[in-house]
């Protein structure tokens, strides 16, 4: 099974080894401190390359993680009504699912509670499976959920760490 993520995030959302010189200052605000340390391109390979020899089903080729990341309250009603956003595509047998974190509750955390934290809201996206109203009949979700959740355990927080 093919495995990726969409990231959507705020400015706010400072990411470790980027660039800070060109962030935007919103309002005449300060810039935020705080730092989201998990490098995400690290950890989608690490879960995809997992994934990749696994299938849940023929009716899913692929997951797709929306991970969103914010301060979710400022981003209005449209951002916070997305957080149990799913959608079945079966044309091209992909599922998309949503999961979101609020910055300010995780801008401080360690790499690991970052990690766990983000594992939480992928499993929790999977999981979600369960209640949409248009799902793919082949595909064990379930199976998923839980092949993922020992992924995660075997991931390590170095592995995934941004370059300073």
């Given at each position: 099974m093919k495995f990726s993520i969409q990231v959507t995030c705020g400015g706010e959302v400072i990411f470790a080894g980027h660039s800070q010189k060109d962030r935007p200052v919103y309002y005449g605000a300060p810039p935020e401190t705080g730092l989201w340390r998990v490098s995400i391109p690290k950890f989608e390979d690490f879960v995809a390359g997992k994934l990749l020899a696994m299938s849940f089903g023929d009716s899913i080729d692929e997951f797709r993680f929306g991970f969103e990341i914010g301060e979710l309250e400022e981003w209005g009603t449209w951002f916070t009504s997305m957080s149990n956003y799913m959608s079945y595509r079966p044309k091209h047998k992909t599922f998309i699912s949503v999961g979101q974190l609020e910055w300010k509750?995780?801008?401080?955390?360690?790499?690991?509670?970052?990690?766990?934290m983000l594992g939480?809201?992928?499993?929790?996206?999977?999981?979600?499976?369960?209640?949409?109203?248009c799902k793919p009949k082949d595909f064990d979700h379930t199976a998923l959920a839980q092949t993922v959740r020992g992924i995660l355990r075997s991931c390590e927080p170095s592995l995934v760490e941004a370059d300073a």
């Open positions: 509750a995780v801008k401080h955390l360690s790499t690991s509670e970052q990690l766990k939480d809201a992928l499993v929790s996206s999977i999981e979600r499976i369960a209640t949409a109203k």
